[in-house]
């Protein structure tokens, strides 16, 4: 069997209105590989195809062109979907349902006998850190409550792969922790993790691998690692510089900045960097520090946007 759990190739999804007047190109040609046990980021601006990728691994949506496969298997099998464990975005459970009630119901749609979901709600909750919610009713959760209930939901009859459609929207820092730690929890026993999110910097938390689409496109993808590193250098030097030596090293700088009798100068590359270290000790500058900076993945976002 595949090594991979998700595997989209040259997936296209073209939306034609209902008398076969205007379309919509949503997805142009996306080729992904997502490796078992590994938790993947997919990312891109409102309108970039993103929830449409998540319908066609689902199976919700048929592809204009492409395949995708999940674990092997056709996405749009049914077999395929039973690995599937999916959080959506704007999740709803009745207020009236107590967690051990609302799992209890899933689990039964999910196919589980009685005595299997007896034993896998408390495990459940104890993993999502509700152990003691259990009998309480949903009306009277939180936000991030409800996050890790609708989690459990997912993971209820034992997905190998999870989707998570904005698992961190709206809850709180100390809500999206207990999440991230959640996360780490799973890939670390060996469930794959699929997120679709807006929130880059939970992704840049958590995610191994990333892509990020724009116009239906990927624009960019690769490891998290190293897509943020080494992306340019701080040079540290006083801040008390002769003017004709601050002008000539603002010329290579991306930006500078004073505080404290200190300036901290950015440079996007190593060789403008090193312009100003020979314009400093030219003029018999102490160097205080030359130190690489590493990129956020907000940084790379907007420049493989935006450019």
């Known amino acids: 069997m595949s090594e991979l759990a998700i595997e989209m190739n040259s997936l296209r999804k073209v ?28 990312l891109g601006p409102n309108g970039a195809g993103k929830t449409t990728c998540v319908k066609m691994l689902l199976g919700a949506v048929h592809p204009t062109a492409g395949t995708a496969h999940l ?3 056709d996405a ?6 039973r690995l599937v464990g999916y959080l959506p975005e704007n999740h709803r459970f009745p207020t009236y349902l107590t967690a051990n009630s609302m799992l209890d119901f899933h689990g039964a749609l999910s196919g589980m006998d009685a005595r299997a979901r007896k034993r896998r709600i408390p495990e459940l909750l104890e993993l999502v850190g509700l152990g003691r919610w259990g009998g309480v009713r949903l009306g009277k959760y939180s936000k991030g409550m409800l996050q890790r209930v609708g989690l459990a939901q997912a993971l209820i009859h034992e997905p190998r792969l999870l989707i998570l459609d904005e698992p961190s929207d709206g809850v709180d820092p100390v809500g999206r922790k207990q999440i991230r730690d959640i996360l780490h929890s799973l890939e670390e026993s060996g469930v794959t993790i699929f997120v679709n999110s807006h929130l880059l ?26 897509l943020t590193a080494g ?11 002769p003017d004709n030596l601050r002008a000539e090293i603002a010329r290579a700088a991306s930006s500078m900045t004073a505080k404290d009798g200190v300036m901290e100068v950015q440079f996007s590359a190593r060789s403008e960097a090193n312009r ?29 946007i935006h450019g």
């Open 15 to 42: 939306y034609r209105s209902f008398w076969g007047g205007r379309t919509v190109l949503a997805v142009d040609g996306v080729t992904l590989r997502v490796e078992r046990g590994t938790t993947y980021g997919l």
């Open 71 to 73: 674990f092997g298997r």
């Open 76 to 81: 749009s099998e049914a077999e395929a979907r």
């Open 201 to 226: 910097g939970e992704v840049e938390a958590f995610c191994r691998d990333v892509a990020i689409l724009d116009k239906g496109k990927v624009v960019l993808e690769g490891t998290v690692k190293e």
């Open 231 to 241: 992306k340019g250098y701080r040079l540290t030097v006083p801040a008390a510089l």
């Open 276 to 304: 100003a270290i020979d314009l400093l000790r030219g003029g018999q500058i102490e160097i205080e520090a030359l130190t690489p900076t590493t990129s956020t993945l907000e940084d790379v976002f907007m420049r493989s």
